[in-house]
């Protein structure tokens, strides 16, 4: 017959996930970039700008984290990336934090009786 199944719940699809992040504090007086690099729901590695280099959580995210910190052509660009988050936040910030609608009660959905 076939061979056991390992893992029943596993469907077969794998997935590489990139995230970038920009927060903001204070309008744009503070913003912190972060990258999340994310495989199969586990974060191997992240640069956060707060602290300048990317860090590894797993073995195979601390390869990829001493890789990408000792390579000057993708460490050169990373500063650049909080500017972008600035950048983004003077365009989308009348539609978002400047937005002053109060919420409508028929656009949430009703709690559930118990």
């Known amino acids: 017959g076939a061979p056991p199944d390992l893992c029943p719940a596993h469907s077969g699809v ?25 495989y199969n729901r586990v974060q191997y590695a992240m640069f956060d700008s707060d602290v300048g280099h990317y860090v590894g959580f797993t073995p195979f ?22 500017d972008i988050c600035r950048q983004n936040y003077e365009i989308f910030a009348p539609f978002t934090v400047e937005r002053r609608v109060p919420p409508s009660p028929s ?6 009786s118990q």
Not at 61 to 82: F, L, T
Request: proline share 8%; aromatic share 12%; net charge negative.
């Open 14 to 38: 794998f997935q590489e996930m990139a995230k970038h992040e920009c927060h903001f504090i204070n309008g744009t007086e503070k913003v912190r970039y972060v990258q999340r690099h994310i």
């Open 61 to 82: 995210g601390e390869q990829c984290a001493q890789y990408w910190n000792s390579n000057p052509d993708i460490m050169e660009g990373k500063p650049a990336e909080v």
């Open 107 to 112: 656009k949430f959905l009703p709690i559930p």
